[in-house]
């Protein structure tokens, strides 16, 4: 079952929202406080993605996608974010985040959004992996969607997950930013190149030795991204 957990504290909101995922044919969970939003999938551990908006009384989003992340790597997750606020943008997926979208949004994107990430969180898997791609130090396992440095588990994102297995497919290709788009967001996707950059600074984090100078992913000037190992 497609199960969307809408976090949402404003009524009309949260009601809009809903009643379009469930037109698209999504089942949904709806919560109006952080708290609410934590015990529901403490309960429901099947759900694939939550919907979190970022101002919210008591725990804010930021602070629900930290607690999610903390113990659930595999979680599709969008911010629902004020248009004039861009630090929302950036600290949500910072945070952990997946995907952003902006207030005021249209059905139309939103549902785009929740699709894409739905696939790339494997809720509609339609090849089947069966290998590995090693390039020391790393260990990508395909089948079962891992990473591996030094024989150490590194935990990521389904983002993440895709964006590693496109560098790992590709060394020492130079992909720009509009294609890294394409390939992990989607050719459907609404969003902005940022998303990109946001998405490398945080994969950076989690497998650079110095993050101040990067040697795996390194940076095509005026262009994108090169993998390196």
Not at 8 to 29: H, K, P
Not at 139 to 163: A, C, H, P
């Amino acid at each position: 079952m497609r199960k969307v957990l809408v976090l949402e504290d404003e009524d009309n909101i949260r009601s809009f929202v809903v009643l379009n995922l469930n037109r698209a044919g999504y089942d949904t969970l709806e919560a109006t406080t952080g708290e609410e939003a934590l015990e529901i999938l403490r309960e429901h551990p099947e759900t694939r993605i939550a919907l979190l908006d970022v101002n919210l009384p008591g725990i804010d989003g930021f602070e629900v996608c930290r607690r999610i992340r903390a113990t659930n790597s595999k979680m599709g997750i969008i911010m629902l974010t004020a248009r004039t606020l861009e630090m929302d943008k950036v600290t949500g997926l910072m945070t952990g985040a997946d995907d952003y979208v902006t207030k005021p949004f249209s059905p139309a994107e939103l549902t785009a959004r929740v699709d894409a990430l739905y696939r790339r969180s494997g809720g509609e898997e339609k090849q089947a992996d069966s290998g590995e791609i090693f390039q020391p130090p790393f260990l990508l396992n395909t089948r079962n969607r891992t990473l591996e440095k030094d024989g150490k588990r590194i935990k990521l994102t389904q983002v993440e997950y895709s964006i590693m297995r496109m560098f790992m497919e590709n060394p020492g290709k130079a992909l720009s930013r509009e294609e890294i788009l394409d390939r992990v967001w989607g050719r459907d996707y609404f969003g902005e190149l940022k998303i990109v950059d946001v998405n490398i600074r945080r994969l950076r984090l989690k497998i650079e030795d110095n993050v101040q100078n990067p040697t795996f992913i390194t940076t095509v000037w005026g262009y994108g991204y090169k993998w390196d190992a």
